[in-house]
């Protein structure tokens, strides 16, 4: 049995269905050692993964290059900046890429989490910086990242958006304007103009874990995804993703060791000065500030841990 593959064109090369997401191994969630976390990136390349996702803002880059030193495969790894309305800042983020993932060519680099390309203002210089090192062959795809309908819907049309990268889930949690099906619409519209579209999200940041097989049925089975990542911090949980993605038995014991962590968003209240950055920082309206202290709605938290870097008082953890 191999892993499903997905030709790309604009790559001229092949990925894997299964990605590895490297968001959770970083220090926003569980904080692996850059050996723990390279650890964890080898298995999945030794068990046929080809492809990684990850961001300027994860903080994994070393993770990343740690585990794919010396490995003679092809791995397309894709990454992102999260400079909103800075040019320079997001060049710099393509040189740290480049410097940091050891590669003089970064394959896919996207714009973060943007709602919309629409913001001219906001995006049009992140954008700008991003073709402008395609254009130097720097980078051999530009696209975009989005847990907003809106912003994939406005990837799909956008003429020098090769990628976009949808939130999508069973549930539909952590989309912020829509439901499911419209996420998938608009994604749809994407992989139909010809974009390379890769998913995120499919166990809704840990959420789904509970019903994961399920979970990762249907986005797998979402033909409009031509990969989909997903975070795994040990080998046990690349093991039980690769053995699921190739229709393998799991054998019972590797599934409850896999399945024992849930994640959650801690706010220590007694340290909480009510700022309010961590409000702003949320895509996902999960915060807000309640007779002076953070307050997250578990409803609305995809545990992405993106909050957390912006609180002043280090009063947000992923325990
Ligand atoms: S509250 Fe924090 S962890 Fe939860 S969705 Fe918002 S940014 Fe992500
Ligand atoms: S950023 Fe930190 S201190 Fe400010 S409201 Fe949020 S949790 Fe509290």
Redesign the pocket.
Known sequence: MALETRYVPKLGRSVTRLGLGALPMGPLQRGLTVEEGARVVRAAVEGGVSFIDTATAYGTYEHVARGLFGWQGTVTVATKTHARADGAAAREHIEMARRELGRDVIDIMLCHCARSLLTREEWGPTLDALLEAKAKGRISLVGLSSHAVEGVRIAARHPDIDVVHPLINLTGMGIVDGTVDEMIAATAEAHDAGKFVYGMKALAGGNLVPRREEALQYAFGLDVLDTIAVGMVTPDEVEWNLRFAQSMAIPKELSERTAAHSKRLN?LTF?????????DACENAA?S?VEG??VVDVEQCILCGY?AP????F??RMV
């Open positions: 706010i340290v909480c000065q009510g700022c309010g950055k961590c409000v915060l500030v202290k953070a909050c912006h609180c002043p008082m009063a947000i």
